[in-house]
């Protein structure tokens, strides 16, 4: 049996967004060195990644940008070439 990690932001209440979506409390634009290495290391990883679709849609459409290879050039690289599984009863 393979081994299974989650990696989630979450608030102190229990929420991962405000009620319009907005996420920006989880990542506030101040330099994280210990953040990046810990997302860094988990990029690197060979395992695969698990989405539900509006997740998925929300990476998929930043990671692959310049802008992305350009702020976290390892994130993106581990985001990019990681297989992924979306759980979505609307994307084929």
């Known amino acids: 049996m393979r081994k299974l990690s989650a990696f989630n932001n979450v608030t102190v209440d229990g929420y991962f967004s405000r009620a319009n979506g907005d996420y920006s409390w989880a ?33 998929a459409s930043f990671w692959p940008t310049p802008t992305a290879a350009k702020m976290m050039p390892v994130v993106a ?7 992924k599984i979306v759980f979505s009863s609307t994307l084929e």
Do not use: C, K, W
């Open 77 to 83: 690289a581990g985001m990019n070439s990681m297989p």
């Open 27 to 59: 990542h506030n634009g101040s330099p994280d060195p210990e953040f990046d290495a810990f997302v860094g290391s988990n990029a690197q990883s060979n395992g695969e990644l698990i989405f539900g679709r509006v997740t998925y849609e929300l990476m």
